[in-house]
């Protein structure tokens, strides 16, 4: 029987992966979609590593607006579920996975995936803290880059060897 793994991108990818580690560690099973969630939401919804991508305190686009990409992708079933360019949402992970279990559609875009997500309960939030706002003023004086914007991106392998991962 194959050890759980879970690997993630960037050193701000610590706190997923560690939370990720004690959710497949656990004795009983638990669905990858879900520990992707709980994993990469932790820092989703951390301020201090808005600056690296998005979610709370996460960069604006270039036009000011805060736009969130999300996406998981399970193995086993050869599921996919998405979402771009969805306004002010804290997680877009969760969404993402709302539209992988809920969805006829595998990838919803702008607002047609505000509108999933509202209709699936979650909530319109404003992302943008004193420092993205900061940032983006700068920018637009300026014109200055941000360095070290990414993307997360967490994979995970159970003890089954089923692998998922979340972007």
């Known amino acids: ?86 306004p002010n949402c804290y997680t877009p992970i969760a969404v993402a996975q709302r539209v992988l279990r809920e969805s006829r559609h595998s990838f919803l875009v702008g607002e047609g995936a505000r509108h999933f997500a509202n209709a699936q309960g979650f909530v319109a939030q404003d992302v943008a803290t004193n420092d993205s706002k900061a940032v983006f003023e700068k920018y637009k004086k300026e014109h200055t880059v941000v360095l070290g914007h990414d993307t997360l991106g967490v994979v995970l392998c159970d003890r089954d060897g089923d692998v998922a991962a979340g972007v």
């Open 1 to 86: 029987m194959p050890r759980p793994i879970a690997a993630g991108t960037w050193s701000f990818s610590q706190p997923a992966v560690s939370e990720a580690g004690k959710l497949l560690l656990r004795k009983q099973s638990v669905a990858l979609d879900e520990v992707l969630v709980a994993a990469v939401g932790v820092v989703e919804r951390d301020e201090a590593t808005g600056p690296y991508l998005v979610g709370k305190g996460g960069m604006p686009n270039s036009e000011g607006q805060y736009e969130q990409d999300a996406a998981i992708m399970v193995g086993r079933n050869r599921e996919f579920g998405a979402v771009a360019s969805i």
